[in-house]
């Protein structure tokens, strides 16, 4: 796997530090799995984090702090134990899917099903905690295919899992994330040889420019 585009510097220090939303964490993990050179840029971050911490001054703390960061552990333990069916992640893993997503899944791309919202354009949505903001979804876009041309009202990440598309920044390949800002318009289009199918985290709905697909926009759901 050759992987040429990485998230934004500050997109990895936000993630070692822990401020991205569930659903960005999530599409930023994935890519930290497969890529190298990610995975040293986080733990450099982590190890900058950790040296501050060190540094600042001790204060006092409420009598029930512990138990209420043990109660906030136990709690997201028990939200990993009912995603995550064993045997269906270990099958997704040996199936080339990066390991945070397997234990999302539970299954493989080729068993996931699909809600068609457009011509060559299927979505499947990934269910986050109550309280968390954004959506998060994978995508599938027939060989061919173009997205229509829309922007964004907030950040859109995207990591490619299967095929290719290529737009204005460049192409997108298997391990490529796609860092985008609400000041980017672009209309991905997808490679002949094969369906793409991509992971992607909404902070807000997409902003099509057309006016038809503004007033459809509802049925889609992206």
Sequence with gaps: MRINHHPDCCTLMAYAAGTLNEALSVVVASH????????KEVRRHEETGGAMIDRIDAVPVKGDCLKSVMDRIGACEERKITRQPSKATTAAHELGLPRPLCRLLGTSLDHIRWRKIAPGVSVQEIALAPASHGKLMLMKIAAGRAMPRHTHRAGEMTLVL???????????????????????????????????????????PLKFSGIFLRLAQPFFRI
């Design 32 to 39: 930290v799995a497969w890529c190298p050179n990610c995975q």
């Design 162 to 204: 299967r095929g290719s598309y290529h737009d204005q920044l460049g192409r997108f390949g298997m391990g490529d994330i796609a860092d985008l800002g609400s000041d980017v318009e672009h209309r991905p289009v997808v490679g002949k040889d094969m369906d793409c199918i991509c992971l992607v985290a909404l902070e807000e």
